[in-house]
């Protein structure tokens, strides 16, 4: 576990909602300081290096950019 490469966060925007490309998904209700974030993030393999997706206005685009 030492040796793997730090796991990648992307946040999609307008258009981007899921990755289809990850392998083994998980999805991961987590909370913060700030509150919960606009989903849950979603984690999985790409191309062997540790991928989290969180959609940024939500799955189906539920929260406006300015919310």
């Given at each position: 576990?030492e040796?793997?490469?730090?796991?990648?966060?992307?946040?999609?925007?307008?258009?981007?909602?899921?990755?289809?490309?990850?392998?083994?998904?998980?999805?991961?209700?987590i909370?913060?300081p700030?509150?919960?974030?606009?989903?849950?993030?979603v984690?999985?393999?790409?191309?062997?290096?540790?991928?989290?997706?969180?959609?940024?206005?939500?799955r189906?685009?539920?929260i406006?950019?300015?919310?």
């Amino acid at each position: 576990m030492e040796n793997e490469p730090p796991a990648i966060g992307i946040i999609g925007g307008s258009g981007l909602y899921q990755m289809e490309e990850l392998r083994e998904p998980t999805e991961h209700k987590i909370d913060t300081p700030f509150g919960a974030p606009s989903d849950t993030l979603v984690g999985g393999k790409l191309s062997g290096r540790q991928v989290y997706f969180l959609p940024r206005h939500g799955r189906g685009h539920r929260i406006l950019p300015h919310e």
